[in-house]
């Protein structure tokens, strides 16, 4: 086994990717016979132990990853002084409707039943939940659409929400700070993301939109990811998503001892996949580029 072993030289636990029975079967063409449980026993003695894949390796660091951090911190507390509304915006993992299994576990007296196959065709359909989170207010505000997770989609969604209360909320206000990450339906890069919020949140609804994206790969440092979505999982955990009701549910009842309030809509727009935007579409946006980092920093007012 000198070949299949790795180990950890600080505590000397060692691992190996060869099977107990495989291990057996070598040991019994030398003439020593013995079956796969006493081999697991021995290597136990021997300081080996049953090993899983760590998420622990990471990229190297882009050199303006510090700088993205410093400029969106820059821009938050920019506009939190002025009293404007910040919200960070991104979608959940898509969950299937239907009586599935749900990660995770919760106090019960009996184990809940569910399919023994999480297939697509069996579902009642699937959820695709769009959050947007005002980082101010702590309050959360997720939509839950059942067709595709587009650009159409995400700016749609913060329509809404400005629509149902951020308006409200901050009265008289004229602009607003987006933080997001850099792929997606809400992608730095998408043609159709910066037009449709041209065209919805400037256009229509009179706002001048600044929007920061996050670095690629830093998209755990997005408050809505542990302020909102995390939080929204805990409280599903270990239960079946057997209806659009149980979903819009389980997201309203989601609260923590820091204050957090959380809003569900079921979107039952149907939203398409595809729709190009034109050269000729992007030089009428009226979109300025920051001089930090412009690709991941702009913003867009009303024409």
């Given amino acids: 086994m000198k070949h299949e072993t790795a180990g950890d030289p600080i505590t000397g636990l060692k691992w190996t990717r060869r099977t107990t029975e495989k291990i057996a079967e070598q040991l019994r063409e030398i003439g020593i016979t013995v079956c796969a449980n006493t081999v697991c026993k021995l290597l136990r003695q021997m300081g080996y132990a049953l090993r899983v894949n760590h998420k622990k390796l990471t990229a190297s660091s882009p050199a303006d990853r510090d700088e993205q951090f410093a400029y969106i911190a820059n821009r938050r507390e920019s506009f939190a002084k002025r009293g404007l509304p910040i919200v960070s915006i991104d979608t959940k993992k898509k969950e299937l409707i239907g009586n599935f299994k749900n990660a995770g576990s919760a106090w019960q007296r009996e184990p809940v039943l569910v399919r023994d196959h999480d297939f697509r065709s069996d579902a009642e359909g699937i959820a695709i939940p769009y959050g947007v989170y005002d980082v101010q207010a702590n309050l959360g505000s997720l939509f839950i659409g059942n067709s595709h997770d587009t650009s159409e989609f995400a700016v749609d969604n913060l329509a809404r929400w400005w629509r149902y209360d951020g308006r409200r909320r901050y009265r008289g206000a004229t602009q607003l700070l987006i933080l997001a990450d850099g792929g997606g339906s809400n992608s730095c890069r998408a043609r159709a993301w910066k037009h449709r919020l041209q065209k919805v949140l400037c256009d229509r609804l009179r706002l001048a939109v600044t929007v920061c994206h996050y670095p690629t790969g830093a998209s755990k440092w997005n408050p ?67 001089t930090t980092q412009p690709a991941r920093n702009y913003t867009l007012k009303p024409r």
């Avoid at 809509?265 to 190009?276: D, F, I, P, Q, T």
């Fill in 224 to 290: 809505i990811e542990h302020r909102l979505f995390s939080e929204i999982s805990k409280n599903w955990a270990g239960k079946p998503l057997a209806s659009y009701e149980a979903v819009l549910n389980y997201a309203r009842s989601t609260t923590t001892c820091g204050g957090l309030g959380v809003k569900a809509y079921l979107v039952k727009k149907e939203y398409s996949n595809g729709v190009k935007v034109t050269d000729e579409q992007m030089e009428q946006l009226c979109l300025k580029a920051h």
